[in-house]
């Protein structure tokens, strides 16, 4: 028997390494009962470590017993991040929803995946999160703080003849407003901007 790769952890239940390899870099692994599953952790055992520049791209799939799976990038792993916890609750669909036309039966397992691809194409993907309430905070927070930074250099406005007798070099405020204003316009755009 070859030493597992990959491991998951479910709160309450025993650690699963039990992936099954899809082809030479991709592998999976069923969580049984995962309605009430909240976060995974899925990490590397130490057992074999991935190649230089090399990682593992982790994606949830919450199976529907009538269509083909639909994977959702979560986030990686890799030798200098070997675990990493995942928030799932989110992702799952409603198994509620009946279907009176084509009754079928509930999938009550959802599947994790791993894909063995490069770290630099890794790192460019972005994560499936509860995004909304992200770039909501986000949002609010650089508001907040784009207000208090021109409040903040307001605060020092003088008269132009004290400007003319002083040593000290000045930024016209309109310079500031200028900035917050394109500031707030770019976030607004796309709240990654600056990224």
Do not use: C
Request: charged fraction near 15%; hydrophobic fraction near 45%.
């Amino acid at each position: 028997m070859t030493n597992p790769m990959f491991g998951v952890i479910v709160s309450g239940r025993l650690v699963q390494t039990d992936f099954q390899p899809v082809d030479e870099t991709k592998f999976f692994i069923t969580i049984p009962d995962a309605d009430n599953i909240n976060h995974i952790v899925v990490f590397l055992t130490g057992a074999i470590p991935f190649q230089d520049g090399i990682g593992g791209s982790v994606y949830f799939s919450w199976p529907d017993p009538v269509a083909p799976p639909t994977w959702q990038f979560l986030g990686y792993i890799s030798n200098q991040k070997p675990s990493a916890i995942f928030k799932i609750s989110k992702l799952k669909t409603d198994s509620t929803t009946a279907n009176p036309f084509a009754p079928q039966p509930v999938s009550h397992v959802a599947q994790i995946g791993i894909s063995v691809e490069p770290l630099v194409h890794i790192q460019s993907q972005i994560p499936v999160t509860d995004d909304n309430a992200a770039v909501s905070n986000f949002m609010e927070f650089a508001t907040k703080m784009l207000e208090n930074f021109f409040n903040f250099a307001s605060s020092f406005v003088t008269n132009p003849a004290a400007v003319a007798l002083s040593p000290t070099e000045f930024i016209p405020i309109s310079v500031f407003q200028q900035w917050y204003t394109n500031f707030q316009r770019r976030l607004q755009t796309d709240p990654n901007f600056w990224k």
